[in-house]
């Protein structure tokens, strides 16, 4: 079967297009008749985002042939066409069937018993002579929750180090703070429904349209129906999300801090703000040392007044270069319509100021009281399928304990440490490595052994000329679990695990809106590939029998399956922010998804969270409450932080010698290091390069056309690729899709990071252009 790259987009376009509201897409023609008629389909979630599209797999003699979108889940069945795709990913010829070791240059095919054996000597070693802090686990928002669950239990409450992290920490860290932050606990508080009853969307730093194609469906529905609907979409690109805007900000990287501010201001200004709800649920927070550690001093609402005073439109707009008249446009729209939803990605998460940004667009909907109605709420989106429910949910972050708790605090160790049946002080009160600390560690010989499981940081991680150095280095031992081989990660390793792949084992994912849906395995891996749990258990039982524990390793990691170790996690959500008791396993084979909290086994789940109207949480906390009520702050009574945060530009501005910025980012068709997308014929033809984006004034500057080939150099590497001079980004910008395994992007990017989250500046980096 064949499609053109014609038909294949006008598909995509006509899925995220205004134009296609109501029709039902069928995958494109051909596909099925190619792969011949399933004789099951399973029930199962797609791979790919945190959209988290319900997927049912056709499967027909033991092989996926198709998969088709889940009408009864909140995709309707629709899919993009990444999802549409997905059986090819299992049949890629670069599937890795057996464990290799490395033996000088080469890698040699090891058993299992091996490879286990080789492993578990090493970790062992290390940990006897340099002490548990000596060995590291780099984790995944793409692995299932009882993965990640496990490997968290293993390295913190087994092994007694905090150095467990993951990909989260480039993607979602700056959410997940910026949530905690504001609102005492993390996740969105309401649901993709709320698109439904929105007459206003905010959508700032997220190219919706190619990073989440069904959700920015459902916007293109709810546009479509609701006349008077207003988008609004701040992103230094025109890009294709920003195609259906009714006013595109447009700024220079970086900046739109100063312009969150300048909203408030107008809001103040024009009193739009909704006093009683400011005057009942909120309270005003400053720092006035960045620490550490941080000291944080309570204010006023005349101290943030006063703040805001200096953020005019007009003050803005000479800071950002967007247009007063905008600003005051965005706010009035933001503040008076019948319910606001805003919503974010990248562009504001992978900054040097992440956390105050989010913390800013929270501000917003605390000021106006857009938020705990429908419609009315913050909402961010989540890059990969399971970084909710894996990561942040279950803790799999270093400085996290599953379920809202935190390594540094006390009371919360020592819940765990019972929970676990682990001895007290067995969980360090000290925050592990975080990932860009994890691979210096790496570089400096700090850290000796590294497990990389689900992710590809030889790729992905900014700057990553210098870490691939220490992942190269012999001195340390790197274990890298992949579904295939070579990639930019496992070229690099000592030892390649191979992994089963999505539908080829079961497991949990946790989703944007507290969606938790069960991925039913549909078929087994090729050749000895195993479920990356399967692998997790056999290590920690060896490992914990050769450093002399084997009886506690069999009562901490003696799991028989994933069932088991998901029971586990629900009674360690009980009682908590998260309760999701009544997601049974049995239960969630049935449903086409739950919104936690779930607390009991009648419970429908949560649409809306901290309102008495649809979440029973509210009532367990305080019986008379009535409408909203913030549990999640109950260090601040009940109330949440509206924060005086000011504007600070990037770490790496643009200046003389380097006066363009480079921003990188993602396109419709391909999936982060391509490992899987670029392995789909139809994917890899309709975009099957890395490209430099550039405007026609700037490209004119630089004396390049379109497919002309440009050198593009930042302080810390050059690359050459071809121009594509498109009217796109704004002047001074360049963009670039970080997909392309042959062209190492992240040799250009900064790893600069934001204080609070660790989070790296992924989006902004100073670069020179020239024509080669
Ligand atoms: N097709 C596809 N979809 C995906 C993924 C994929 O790899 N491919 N990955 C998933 C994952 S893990 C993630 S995290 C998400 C990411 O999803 P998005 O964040 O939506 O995608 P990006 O392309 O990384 O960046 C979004 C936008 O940020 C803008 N931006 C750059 N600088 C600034 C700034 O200073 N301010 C603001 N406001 N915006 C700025 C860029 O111009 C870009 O359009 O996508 C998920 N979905
Ligand atoms: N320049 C630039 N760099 C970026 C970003 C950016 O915007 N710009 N975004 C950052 C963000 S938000 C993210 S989330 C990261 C993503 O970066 P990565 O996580 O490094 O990218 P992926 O390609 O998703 O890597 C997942 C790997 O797991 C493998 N895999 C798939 N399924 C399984 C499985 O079940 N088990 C195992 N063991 N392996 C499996 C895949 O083959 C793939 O190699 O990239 C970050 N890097
Ligand atoms: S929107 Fe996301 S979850 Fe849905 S089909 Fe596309 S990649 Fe998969
Ligand atoms: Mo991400």
């Not at 400053?286 to 204010?299: L, Q, R, Y």
Request: one cysteine or more; aromatic letters at 8%.
């Amino acid at each position: 079967m064949k499609l053109t790259r014609r038909e294949l987009m006008k598909y995509s376009a006509a899925l995220a297009a205004a134009s296609a509201i109501g029709l039902d897409l069928p995958m494109p023609k051909g596909v099925l008749a190619a792969a011949g008629e399933p004789d099951h389909w399973v029930k199962g979630v797609c791979r790919y985002c945190g959209a988290g599209c319900g997927v049912y797999t056709g499967v027909r003699g033991g092989r996926v042939v198709a998969v088709k979108g889940d009408k009864d889940n909140w995709n309707k069945g629709f899919l993009c066409l990444k999802g549409n795709f997905l059986p090819a990913i299992l049949y890629a010829s670069d599937r890795l069937q057996y464990p290799l070791l490395r033996k000088g240059n080469k890698f040699v095919r090891i058993s299992w018993d091996q490879a286990m054996g080789v492993m578990v000597d090493k970790f062992h070693d290390s940990i006897r002579k340099n002490g548990p802090n000596s060995v590291a686990f780099y984790g995944s928002g793409q692995s299932y929750t009882e993965e990640s669950y496990f490997i968290n239990k293993l390295f913190k409450g087994g092994l007694g180090t905090n150095n467990i992290d993951g990909n989260p920490r480039l993607c979602m860290a700056s959410a997940a703070v910026g949530y905690v932050s504001t609102f005492g606990k993390d996740e969105p508080m309401g649901a993709y429904d709320d698109i439904n009853h929105a007459d206003c969307f905010f959508i700032i730093g997220s190219n919706m349209a190619e990073a989440h194609p069904v959700i920015f469906r459902m916007l293109n529905e709810r546009k479509q129906k609701g006349k008077d609907v207003k988008i609004i979409m701040a992103d230094p690109r025109k890009t294709l999300s920003a195609r259906i805007a009714d006013l595109h900000m447009s700024f220079t990287p970086g900046t739109d801090l100063a312009i969150l501010n300048a909203m408030a201001h107008v809001i103040i200004k024009e009193k739009l703000h909704n006093k009683d709800f400011v005057d009942k649920h909120t309270i005003f927070k400053t720092m006035v040392d960045p620490g550490p550690p941080p000291k944080i001093a309570k204010v006023t609402w005349d101290d943030y007044v006063k703040f805001l005073a200096d953020y005019t439109p007009e003050a803005a707009e000479k800071i950002s270069g967007c247009p007063a008249a905008e600003i005051v446009k965005a706010a009035r729209w933001f503040a008076t319509s019948k319910a606001t939803m805003s919503f974010w990605c990248m562009g504001l998460n992978q900054r040097t100021r992440g956390v105050w940004a989010n913390n800013m667009v929270h501000n917003l909907h605390l000021l106006t009281g857009q938020i705990c109605r429908p419609g009315a709420t913050t909402f961010s989106l989540t890059g990969q399928p399971n970084a909710c429910g894996g990561v942040r949910d279950g803790g799999l972050l270093s400085h996290l304990l599953p379920y809202g708790r935190l390594v540094a605090n006390e009371k919360d160790r020592a819940e765990m440490e019972k929970f676990w049946g682990v001895p007290a002080g067995r969980i360090q009160p000290k925050p592990g490595l975080t990932a860009m600390e994890m691979f210096q560690a790496v570089n400096s010989g700090a850290t000796r052994c590294l497990w990389v499981a689900c992710t590809n940081p030889g790729q992905s991680l900014p700057n990553v000329d210098i870490y691939r150095k220490g992942m190269a280095a012999t001195d340390s031992f790197l274990v890298v679990s992949e579904a295939y081989h070579p990639t930019r990660t496992s070229e690099l390793a000592d030892l390649v695990l191979p992994a089963a792949l999505w539908v080829e084992k079961d497991g949990t994912y946790g989703q944007s809106e507290r969606r938790y849906q069960y991925v039913e395995k549909a078929i087994n891996p090729p050749g000895e590939a195993r479920p990356d749990l399967s692998v997790m258990i056999d290590f920690a039982n060896r490992l914990m029998a050769k450093l002399g524990r084997g009886d506690e390793g069999k009562r901490l990691f003696g799991y028989k399956n994933s069932e088991e170790v998901w029971n586990e996690i629900r009674l360690c959500s009980k009682g908590t922010a998260y309760d999701f008791m009544g997601m049974t396993r049995a239960r969630m084979k049935k449903e086409h998804g739950l919104q936690w909290p779930c607390p009991t086994e009648d419970h429908p789940g949560t649409v809306r969270r901290y309102t008495s109207e649809y979440d029973v949480l509210v009532k367990q906390q305080d019986p008379k409450a009535e409408g909203v009520l913030f549990y999640s702050a109950k260090a601040d009574n009940n109330r949440v932080t509206i924060w005086l945060r000011p504007h600070k530009g990037p770490a790496e501005p643009p200046d003389a010698e380097y006066p363009f910025v480079l921003t990188t980012g993602r396109q419709i068709e391909h999936w982060h290091t391509g490992t899987m997308t670029l392995k789909v014929p139809e994917l890899k033809r309709s975009a099957p390069d890395a490209y430099v984006e550039i405007n026609p004034r700037d490209a004119a500057k630089v004396g390049v056309k379109n497919k002309d080939k440009v050198k593009v150099t930042s302080r810390r590497g050059s690359i050459v690729l071809e121009a594509k001079v498109v009217d796109v980004p704004r002047d001074g910008l360049v963009f670039m899709p970080m997909h392309y395994p042959d062209r190492m992007i992240n040799s250009l990017t900064t790893d600069a990071y934001d204080a609070m989250s660790k989070q790296p500046e992924f989006k902004i980096c100073a670069v020179k252009l020239e024509k080669v």
